[in-house]
């Protein structure tokens, strides 16, 4: 397998408080992606990063920001999180364009 | 808007029987596609991936194939066993950074 962790696995929260999700990976890919899944959904890309710094947003971006400082480092932040977000987060990295993705483990993130 | 549609939702089989998981997606400017196999609690794992030159992939009981023409691709998985139970989603990559856009996946049942 793929070297993906992403932290927290489980998280409940209250509405409106800022969350952070971590994907980390040890395979020094260049592409990273975070998704949501919601049943009858499938995945959804919310941001992606193809490099260090450089981040762009996906279909469904509003209320998330992304940060990469690092090439292991995808952070997803919810800034004012609300129940909508209630979800399954998971993070993917790529080696090169139109190659497959490899996928973490997933965060289940409830929103009170 | 590419859209991708898996049917049928979910598939309940007795073990033994051969059978086959449709995917279709309304633009046919797509990379290449992707089969995913995700199990209850768990991420994805890559089964196949069949460039938009290609015509099918194989591996083991696994075939998959690609109508890009036609918008359609079909897994076809052979001799099922239970443990072929899970959830198969189809996606394609359209566009630039290997961005995948998943159809909403095929609950498989295989019952001893």
């Known amino acids: 397998d793929a070297g993906i962790t992403q932290s927290p696995r489980h998280k409940v929260t209250e509405t409106g408080t800022p969350v952070t999700l971590r994907c980390h990976q040890t395979?020094?890919?260049?592409?990273m992606y975070w998704y949501r899944q919601d049943p009858g959904h499938g995945l959804r890309l919310i941001h992606y990063?193809?490099?260090?710094?450089?981040?762009d947003k996906g279909e469904v971006s509003d209320g998330y920001s992304v940060s990469r400082s690092k090439t292991e480092d995808f952070l997803l932040t919810l800034e004012s999180a609300t129940s909508s977000q209630t979800s399954v987060y998971f993070c993917?990295?790529?080696?090169?364009?139109?190659?497959?993705?490899?996928f973490g483990p997933g965060t289940r993130l409830l929103v009170l | 808007k590419q859209e991708v549609t898996q049917i049928p939702a979910a598939l309940s089989v007795p073990e033994g029987e051969n059978l086959v998981l449709n995917c279709s997606f309304t633009?046919?400017?797509?990379?290449?596609l992707q089969w995913f196999r995700q199990d209850p609690g768990k991420g994805l794992t890559s089964l196949l991936l069949?460039?938009?030159?290609?015509r099918e992939q194989t591996s083991g009981r696994l075939n998959a194939s690609l109508d890009k023409s036609s918008g359609r691709s079909t897994l076809y998985i052979a001799a099922s066993q239970p443990g072929d139970s899970a959830t198969y989603l189809c996606?394609?990559?359209?566009?630039?950074?290997?961005?995948?856009?998943f159809g909403a996946g095929t609950r498989l049942a295989v019952h001893p």
């Open positions: 993917a990295i790529g080696l090169r364009s139109e190659e497959t993705q490899y």
């Open positions: 395979e020094n890919h260049r592409y």
């Open positions: 990063s193809y490099g260090v710094k450089d981040t």
């Open positions: 633009d046919s400017a797509i990379y290449n």
């Open positions: 069949i460039q938009s030159s290609q």
């Open positions: 996606a394609v990559i359209q566009g630039g950074y290997n961005k995948l856009i």
